[in-house]
């Protein structure tokens, strides 16, 4: 059926929005009383309340009037349409704004979200996680922008609470990739701005792992500013809030973030501390959870720890890192560069320059095949060191 003949067919903007859902009266019905339950909504509708609702008449043909505040904001919920609005007449077509169109269309688009599509929607985050680690921000960031738009855009139109949440721990997740490529490739103030909505995306699931996780990047942040104070103060009351609300892998990502900014702040016996806790805390299998993904086992334990002691200037950096380096996954392309670059830090505070200049090769031409700016402004602030 064509628009202009559903819209000389529909009495009332509801009865139109009901057949461009493809639901009969009471199907629609059904739907609304699920989503009055789910939502906590009092107001309820039987298939011939729908009926009546929808021809804009009562018994023996009278106009109806105003349905029940209970009955208004359950339909007003539902289709983001004032009461007053979906009982009048529809326009004509030609009537109707492109931007009407748009948000209709959304709302239709959002309504057919299922596990399927959720699924795929998952999937495609975790091809594009395997891209952007091996091959870099610089290939990667743009693909991960266009889907936060679309996620967004589905998110902000979903109505249905159980798959407005999902959609609100992808786009939280996603936000949290773009944060990190934005800060690799120095856009700072973007890569802040990215961990900022996420971490409103991130206050719909009732996970509060993905909060933690989109907050804790904001620390990295202040770190590449030169704010380790603050950076400090964040992660301790990121720590704090989800000592008993998390699981163990993520509380124990969380130490090693925090051991991170610790090292950065020159706090060494604090920052070994928290290693010491990140360690106990990694389960011995990491299994897929309900949570953000983290990439963290012994291995990348053991790289982010001699991160913090070659920041700190420990001569066990060199073993933790090399070990590191001889077990990392080879698809973890900027992760090596970054591990490279902490080597020859470990062998520069020890005065071996042929060792540092050896890494700080490999190191360089990983960083422009990635197009890491961050790791470039390491290099140059160590070849500066050297001489």
Not at 330 to 350: I, K, N, S, Y
Request: glycine share 6%; aromatic share 4%; with cysteine.
């Amino acid at each position: 059926m064509s628009d202009e003949e559903q819209s000389r067919r529909s009495r009332t903007v509801l009865e139109r929005l009901i057949r461009e859902r493809r639901e009969t009266f009471d199907e629609f019905a059904e739907f609304a009383t699920n989503f009055a339950r789910d939502c906590g909504e009092p107001g309820t509708l039987s298939g011939r309340h729908v009926k009546r609702l929808a021809s804009g008449r009562g018994d023996g043909g009278k106009p109806l009037g105003r349905p029940q505040q209970a009955t208004a904001r359950l339909l007003e919920r539902i289709f983001g349409v004032k009461i007053e609005d979906l009982l009048a007449p529809p326009r004509d077509h030609f009537e109707q704004t492109d931007d009407e169109a748009d948000f209709r269309a959304l709302l239709r688009a959002s309504n057919r979200i299922d596990g399927t599509v959720l699924r795929l929607l998952r999937e495609q985050l975790t091809m594009t996680r395997r891209l952007d680690r091996q091959l870099g921000a610089v290939l990667a960031h743009d693909e991960v922008l266009t889907k936060i738009g679309q996620v967004g855009k589905l998110m902000g139109h979903s109505v249905m609470p159980t798959t407005r949440e999902q959609l609100a721990a992808l786009l939280s997740e996603l936000r949290t990739l773009a944060g990190w490529q934005a800060l690799d490739l120095g856009n700072v103030a973007q890569s802040w701005q990215h961990y900022e909505q996420g971490k409103m995306a991130a206050k719909e699931p009732t996970n509060p792992a993905f909060e933690a996780h989109t907050s804790a990047g904001q620390a990295f942040v202040l770190l590449d500013v030169g704010d380790s104070a603050s950076a400090v103060e964040l992660m301790t009351s990121i720590r704090r809030r989800a000592e008993r609300k998390t699981d163990r892998l993520v509380r124990s990502w969380l130490a090693a973030a925090h051991g991170e900014t610790l090292a950065a702040d020159g706090q060494r016996s604090a920052s070994l501390r928290a290693f010491d806790q990140a360690a106990a805390l990694l389960p011995e299998h990491v299994e897929e959870c309900e949570g953000p993904y983290l990439a963290l086992d012994s291995v990348h334990l053991s790289r982010w720890r001699g991160h913090a002691l070659a920041r700190v200037g420990e001569p066990d950096a060199i073993e933790v890192l090399t070990s590191a380096l001889d077990r990392l996954d080879p698809t973890f392309v900027r992760a090596e560069t970054a591990l490279r670059v902490d080597l020859a830090t470990a062998f520069t505070a020890l005065r071996e320059r042929e060792q540092a200049c050896v890494h700080i090769g490999r190191a360089q031409i990983l960083a422009a095949d990635i197009g890491s700016a961050r790791q470039h402004r390491r290099l140059e602030r160590l070849m500066a060191r050297i001489g």
